[in-house]
Structures are given as C-alpha cells and as structure tokens.
C-alpha cells in the first residue's frame, strides 16, 4: 500500500498523524537520494568500463593494421591479396563499431549521469531546503507561542495585541513554509517516476541500438567471412602442394649436395680458389666465380682480402680451359684457364671432383668431361602405349570410382603403383592389363596416372612453355589470363596438345561429381599442377611458382569448353598488358568499402507501408496537426519449418543464404515513418530474436549498387551516426493541454488565493505535466514502447 497523500489543510493542524506521514515521505525520499547516488556510482564506473574496452579495442586494430604481410616471390595470387589486405580489412572494421561506440560513451553522461545528478540537485536538494526551512520556521513559531501563552494577562492592552500580531505573522510564515515543503515533497514523489526511469531508458536505448548495430555489422561480415575461408583453403593447398616438392627437392639436394650447375642454365656459379705467385711464394685466394657460357665472361670476386688491399671484381674474357694433372701440382681438383685480359695461365682449384667436372664442362673443357646428373627414377616417353595407358586409366576411374570421395587426393600402395606400372610397359606385352578387373582399386590406379605423367622425360606442358604459361597465371588482368592461356595451348606439340586435352576432358567430367568426390576444380589444380607443368630447374624459386602451375590447369577446367572449341584468332600470345593504373579487374574482396547501412532512428517506431495517413488530427483552426505514430506491437515468432528444433539458431550457412538472396532479389526501400523521419525497413521482433537479424533495409543489385535511401561513402569517410536525444519525447496526447485546461479553471484558480504567485505557477506547472499523464493513460490507443512525438 503506498503513503497516504498527505492534505494541504494538515498543514494548519499540524497533528501527530500528519507529522508521522510527512515522516515517511521524508524516509521515502532519502531512499531515493540514496539510489540515485548508486545509479549514478555505478553508471559511471560502468561507463569508464565501456570506455576502457574500446581503447582496448582500438589499440588492437591499430596493431592488425601496422602489420603487412611480405610474400615470397614477384607476383601473388587472387586469394593471397584477400590475405594480404585481411588484418587492413579487421582493423576497418573494428575502428567503425568503436566509433559507434565512443559515440554512445559520449552521449551516456548526457543521457544518464547528468539527468539524474540534476534531478538529486534540484529536486531532492530544493526539497531539504524547503525541510529545513519547515523545522526552522516550526521551530521558531513553536517557541513564541510557549511564550506568548505564559505572558500575564495583566499586561497592557497594547503589549497583548503586539505579541498576538507576531503569533500571528509567525503562524502565517510556518504554515507557508509547511505549506511549500509539502507540496515540494509530494511533487518529488510524484514526478521521480517518469525523472528517474526516463534517463536509464535512454540510455538502455542507446545502449542496446548500438548492440543493435553490432549485430547487423556480424551480417555484413559473414559473406567476407566465407569469401577469406575459401581464400585461406585454398592458399593452404597450394602451401602443401609446395611443401611436398620442395621436401623432394631437399631430399635430392641431401644425396648431391656439391651440385651447383642448374640444369638447363649456361651459367655456373660458385666458390673457386685461385693460385696467385708472390715474390715469397704462393698462395690460394678465395674468389666467388659466375660464368656466363654464351658470352664466356668469368667473373671472380675476391672474398678473404687481406687489409690495405684494393683488389676489386675481375671480369675475364675465357679462351681455353684443361684439366690440370693430378702428378703436375700437390693440390687436387685443379685446373687451368687463359684470358684475353691476363698472360699465362690461371690456375683453379674447385672444392670436389664432381664440381670440377660441372665447371669443365660448362667452360668447354678440352677433356670430355661427362655429367653425372642426379640419380632418380627411369624416366618414361609420351608414346602409344603412353596414350594407351592413360586412356585406359581414365576409363577405369569414370566406370569404376569417379564419385569416390578424395579420387586422385588419395595415394594408393607404391608396392602396388610399381606392379601395376611394369606390367603395363612391360616391353614383351606392352599395354596387356585389364584394369578393369577387380585385381586394382582406383587408388591404384590414380596413383599410377600421376605417376606416369609427374616422371615422362618433358612435362605435358613442355619446359619450354613453362615460363610463359606461370607469367599468363600471374596476371592481373583476368581477361589477359585466359586468352594468354588459350594461345599457349595451341603452341604445344600436337601429341602434347592431344593428352592435354585428354587429360583435362577427364578432369572436367570427375569435377562435374564434385557433389559426391568433393574434388573441385581447384583442388584439381592442386593435384595436376605439378603434375602437368614442371620447372626444368630444380630451385625453391620454380617451386613457389606451383601455385600458379595450379591455377593454369584450374582455368584449363573450367574453360575447358572456350580454350578447346578451336585455336584464338590470332595464335601468337597477346601483348604482356601494361603496369596496372586503374583498378585491378579481380577487385580483392572487402567489408570496409561496402555501401553504408540506413542507421535507427533512436525511441523510433516500425511503420507499415500504406497509403492511408495514419495519426493525422484536425486541430480547433481546422488544420491537420502532427502525425501520431502507431504503437509497436511485438510480432510471433515465425512457426518453425517442419524438421526443425525449436529454439535452435540460424546456422551460419542459413544466414548467408539469407543474405545473398536478398541481395539477388532486393527487399523495398523503407518507408517514411511517422513526424516525417525515415525509420529502419524492419526492426527486430523482440529482444530474444536478436540471433535472426532483420533484412537490410535498402536494395542491392547484382551490380553491387545501392538503392536504398542512405547513399555508400567512399573509402576513409566517416560513418553517419544518429546520435539519440538528451531524453525521450513526451507521450502523445489526443486533446491539446490549454483546452482541456481551460475546461478546468478550478485546477489553477482554485487556489489562486491562497497561496503566494511563486506557487501558484510552480502549481500550474505541476498540474501540467499530471493532467498530460492522465490524458496519455486514458486515450484509446494507449503508448507503446517505441512511439515518438
């Protein structure tokens, strides 16, 4: 039960009763002080808490985006420039939600801290004035009139109508006084319900609209979410693919270390020591040599200089080289050289016999010198049989096993591989194996495929293509890609051309199963990269261009119908295109530069779509007066759709097929709400919906541009942030105040005389602001949660 109301006429009585009531208003009203300092304690440190974070988070961004990635090698791929500019991407997007952020740090003091501190201040201070200024007056009159009923009635007439007049005035000033502080404390009461809960509510608003926006900012971020997984797959495929050949490549460098000739290079390059005779003997130098064998130019660089020499490069001009006799000097692995530049004889030391012999043989040496080239595997021909093996293997695996999952990923046994592959070429019956037959599983047979074509004597795709075919994968422009493909394909030898074709047919028929074997053209490019083109240097530069060997055999597949429907027009490749001025036809993929979403309009209520004028009132002129907004009236959950658990939330793939369907289909612009602003097409149904965030409120095309009613900044502005109002805008009301005022006159005349002009306003005032309360409750409609003025 709450207090009773406590009567203007008590205050000439000034009874026990009323004292007792008055006393629990006083209680009542300390209990608020004392809350109202706990809000503001703790809406403070919260604040400071949110603050806190978001320089945290700021911190953090600036980190992600002061780091930038360095990539081995010239050139990288598609999905390594969505890598590279990822942690710019991150940082973007943090920076935008913290700026939301310290705009509702900002705006929470004003929103929260100084409401509340000037309603303690002005109110709950005003009123213990007014109290103070009640027991000083009490006080005071109380005293005078112990003295005044002990004065003798033997006193003078004149001194007896004195001390009644101050009795009197000292009666009036305690009663005006009891009179102001109850009517202080009764409206302190009164208006702390609407004082108090009217600031928490906003900023609970701001706080949860920012939320709100956190929200829609996670739906923008799941499609470059996939789009960098996909990006991040595939760049880890092409990781393994180079790890397994550069741990090839180390393993067969283990075996012959003190090989330094690069097959299919003119120049050799490496350490020499050179015999140089002083007045006091002779000693050996270091020198780094590189020689260049079509122009035979020698270039030795000093390495061990003694202090105070000033011995530069010496460039050298070859004319002979022998090998010098094992019986002719105490040193081994020598040998001597003549130069234009220099009379005589130079006379070298190599650092093995095996290295001699690379440099006698690149310097034309008159000894034949024989190079023993790195031990591997017998290497096989693209012949008939070749043909014939592979069009066998390609049958068994479309008949057998094109829908098992991994074909081609799965490695079979190498015990089984080795006798699948000497039965086939055995030379006495070439090609007689029934592959078929239940003898070999498709593993088997894969595995053998890849075999034969990773150790053929020249790749499929010829070395001599090979540099022409990585530089067409690395450019920028697309279009140049696969037209420079294209011609390159119709370069090749015509057997070479035939396997190809073969080959990839086949690939493109396993990846239209790609349901079923989950092989990809892709994950293809990953397999056969390697395995269709090869370096004819075995270097850990050759092997980081695999990835783009990958992506050469991927546009193969999947314009396999364009590239083999017949040769270009023109069969020569087409021009290397110039360094890139415009914008990258491949536009990596970004969230920062996306269009801007339509923002909230804050205490905003969602207005259906309708030609009627909802809310619009004829004032007393006759006029069309200001709209009335509809009430926001909490909708059902969508009934759930037959096999689904209940509660359960959106997957992710759920919501990005959300989002791309609205994108392809478009949603109608939002439109204007009520008192003329544009409010948000679809706001959330309820709080415990937040996991199915509402659709977008303005249209994409398929061209990616924007139709909705906020137009897309570009890169580096500053978002558009709505910022919410000090307080919430007073309820509608139906009638105007003054008329329904002006009905009443007893509301404000009625005590017009009895009270002093400072009241009677502060009374007028008072019986204001109820009279709009009243009239707010009492109309039809009533308010919603998020009706505006």
């Known amino acids: 039960m709450g207090h009773p109301p406590l009567e203007f006429s008590d205050c000439y009585l000034d009874s026990p009763d009323f004292r007792e009531r008055l006393k629990c208003y006083e209680q009542e009203l300390e209990r608020t002080n004392k809350f109202i300092k706990e809000v503001i304690k703790d809406g403070n440190a919260l604040i400071a808490a949110i603050r806190g974070y978001s320089s945290a988070v700021q911190k953090f961004s600036q980190t992600l985006q002061s780091f930038q990635f360095d990539f081995i090698g010239d050139t990288l791929t598609d999905d390594e420039i969505n890598i590279a500019e990822s942690f710019k991407e991150f940082a973007e997007l943090l920076q935008e939600v913290e700026l939301e952020r310290s705009m509702m740090v900002q705006n929470a003091s004003d929103l929260l801290i100084k409401p509340l501190e000037n309603f303690r201040k002005e109110q709950i201070g005003f009123t213990k004035e007014r109290k103070k200024k009640f027991e000083k007056d009490g006080e005071k009159f109380y005293s005078m009139l112990d003295r005044h009923l002990h004065l003798s009635s033997k006193k003078k007439e004149s001194q007896l109508q004195e001390a009644d007049l101050q009795v009197d005035k000292e009666r009036h000033n305690f009663f005006e006084s009891s009179l102001e502080y109850v009517y202080q404390i009764q409206e302190v009461q009164e208006s702390k319900k609407f004082s108090i809960v009217e600031p928490v509510l906003a900023f609970l608003h701001s706080l949860f609209t920012y939320n709100n926006l956190t929200v ?261 422009n697309l279009d140049y890609r696969l037209g420079a493909i294209h011609a390159l394909v119709y370069k090749l030898p015509d057997k070479n051309r035939e396997m190809l074709e073969l080959l990839i047919q086949h690939l493109v028929n396993v990846c239209e199963h790609s349901r079923e074997n989950l092989m990809s053209p892709s994950n293809m490019g990953v397999i056969f990269g390697p395995t269709l083109m090869r370096a004819q240097e075995d270097t850990v530069a050759a092997m980081m261009n695999i990835k783009f060997q990958n992506i050469v055999v991927e546009i193969l597949i999947e314009h396999f119908g364009k590239i083999y429907s017949g040769p270009p027009e023109d069969t020569t490749t087409p021009p290397v295109p110039p360094p890139r001025v415009a914008a990258r036809r491949h536009k990596p993929i970004t969230i920062s530069k996306r269009p801007l979403r339509e923002r909230p309009v804050f205490f905003g209520a969602s207005v259906e779509e309708s030609g009627d004028r909802h809310g619009q009132t004829l004032n007393g002129s006759g006029s069309i007066g200001t709209e009335v907004p509809k009430p926001l009236h909490r909708s059902r959950l969508p009934a759930p759709r037959p096999g689904d658990e209940p509660g359960r939330p959106p997957t992710e793939a759920e919501v990005g097929k959300l989002v791309a369907r609205l994108q392809d289909a478009g949603v109608k612009p939002a439109s204007k709400a009520a008192n003329g602003v544009v409010a948000s097409s679809a706001l959330r149904n309820s709080t415990l919906q937040a996991r199915r965030p509402a659709p977008r409120p303005g249209i994409y095309s398929r061209e990616g541009e924007y139709d909705g009613v906020p137009k897309p900044r570009s890169h580096g502005d500053k978002p558009v942030i709505t910022r919410p109002p000090v307080r919430p805008p007073d309820p509608p009301c139906r009638t105007p105040v003054l008329a329904r005022l002006e009905q009443r006159p007893d509301l404000i005349a009625g005590t017009a005389e009895e009270m002093p002009s400072s009241m009677v306003a502060s009374r007028t005032k008072f019986f204001e602001t109820a009279s709009q309360r009243t009239s707010s409750s009492s109309s039809p409609q009533g308010r919603g949660p998020g009706d505006e003025s």
């Open 216 to 476: 829609e900012l996670t739906q923008d971020f799941l499609p470059y979410k996939q789009q960098l997984q996909l990006s991040l797959q595939n760049t880890r495929n092409h990781f393994s693919s180079t790890r397994e050949e550069l741990e090839d490549l180390k393993k067969r460098m283990k075996e012959a270390p003190l090989t330094c000739k690069l097959p299919g290079q003119p120049t050799i390059e490496g350490y020499l020591y050179t015999q140089e005779k002083w007045a006091l003997g002779i000693s050996w130098v270091k020198y780094y040599c590189q020689y260049e064998k079509e122009a035979k130019t020698l270039r030795m660089t000093p390495m061990d200089q003694k202090p105070g020499a000033k011995q530069g490069t010496l460039d050298l001009t070859l004319k002979s080289c022998v090998r010098r006799k094992t019986d002719s000097i105490d040193k081994r692995f020598c040998f001597d050289i003549e130069t234009n530049e220099r009379s005589g004889t130079i006379t070298l030391q190599a650092l093995s016999e095996a290295n001699r012999r690379l440099w006698m043989e690149a310097m034309d040496g008159k000894e034949p010198i024989y190079h023993s080239p790195i031990t591997k595997q017998e290497e096989m021909e693209l012949n008939e049989v070749g043909f014939k093996f592979v069009r066998k293997c390609i049958n068994a695996v479309e008949t057998k096993g094109i829908t098992t999952e991994g074909v081609y990923r799965t490695v079979g046994s190498n015990i089984q591989v080795q006798k699948l592959l000497n039965a086939f070429f055995d030379p006495k019956c070439p090609g007689d194996v029934d592959l078929q037959s239940g003898d070999w599983d498709i593993k088997t047979i894969t595995s053998s495929l890849k075999f034969y074509l990773r150790n053929l004597s020249e790749p499929v795709m010829t070395y001599k293509l090979h540099k022409e075919l990585v530089l067409a994968a690395k450019s920028e």
